[in-house]
């Protein structure tokens, strides 16, 4: 199977930070954030990149789970206090992959196939579920501006 049989078997659409997705689950409970806005309880998406394709940098307003399906491992970077993280989502757990992991509400992150070929399929799971009302795509010049040490990576996702 390759990633076009994945995403036709799947019917996968593109998604505004790149890569495919699939809305799978969203809860029927609502909950009032601290704001005052309405959100479910929590969403699942089927989330797909191949090759050269990135999530681009991105944050949400809810903590993400990532769970790792099928295919090549998933880089994830994210910063946190400053400082730039990676985390390999993948199932060889002896290589230093993790099946699971997850992203801070507010956290900036993208993710890539690690060696750059393939494709991965995972899925995400958003508590508060998700609302493209709070995806807010990066900014590069104030991104780099926040984090000027972090310059390299935020031009390539950004």
Known sequence: ???????EQLRLQPHPEGGFYKETYRSK??????DGKIRHVSTAIYYLLENE???????????ELWFFHHGQPLEI????????????????????ETP??????????AA??????GYSLVSCTVAPGFDFADLQLAKKDE??????????????FA
């Open 77 to 96: 970077l994210f910063i946190q206090d400053g400082q730039l993280n990676r985390t390999i989502l993948g199932n060889a757990v002896e290589k230093g």
């Open 100 to 109: 699971q992991t997850s992203i801070s509400a507010n956290t900036w992150f």
């Open 29 to 34: 409970e609502m909950m009032s954030l601290p």
């Open 112 to 117: 890539k196939i690690k060696d750059g070929s």
């Open 1 to 7: 199977m390759n990633s076009k049989d994945v995403i």
């Open 53 to 63: 394709n990135k999530s681009i940098l991105h944050r949400i307003q809810s903590d």
């Open 143 to 156: 991104l780099i501006q926040q984090f000027p040490h972090l310059k390299e990576t935020i031009e390539e």
